[in-house]
């Protein structure tokens, strides 16, 4: 069964930092490329930032570039998503997604992930 569990959500101030992780089981998850995405209410999903598991290439939102880092335990089958100087418009439900046909690099788009698998999301909340 495939799996993508996200954790590390929660309350923050502005200017905190919180490191979220996903753990992936029940498929080939060096052969994948590992997205984080996040949706805030009313608004539509966005990419966040991206591993390629294969090649190791990432990618940043801009909006994140800086403040984020991603990175990838390709042994404990998790990617981690570093988050620091939280601000209050980083506040949205993060998901994990895997994408199986990437290639070289990794893409933010969601749509690229809706063929493969999504894991349930960790809700980020950052206040001013």
């Known amino acids: 069964e495939v799996q993508l569990q996200a954790s590390g959500g929660g309350l923050v101030q502005a200017g905190g930092y919180l490191r979220l992780s996903c753990a992936a089981s029940?498929?080939?998850?060096?052969?994948?490329?590992i997205g984080w995405f996040r949706q805030a209410p009313g608004k539509e999903r966005e990419g966040v930032s991206c591993?390629?598991?294969?090649?190791?290439?990432?990618a940043y939102k801009y909006s994140v570039k800086g403040r984020f880092t991603i990175s990838s335990d390709n042994a404990k089958n998790t990617v981690y998503l570093q988050m620091n100087s939280l601000k209050p418009e980083d506040t949205a439900v993060y998901y994990c997604?895997?994408?199986?046909?990437?290639?070289?690099?990794?893409?933010?788009?969601?749509?690229?992930?809706?063929?493969?698998?999504w894991g349930k999301g960790t809700q980020v909340t950052v206040s001013r």
């Open positions: 997604a895997a994408d199986g046909g990437s290639g070289d690099g990794c893409s933010l788009s969601p749509i690229i992930y809706d063929k493969d698998y």
């Open positions: 591993i390629n598991n294969s090649d190791g290439s990432t």
């Open positions: 029940g498929f080939t998850f060096d052969d994948y490329a």
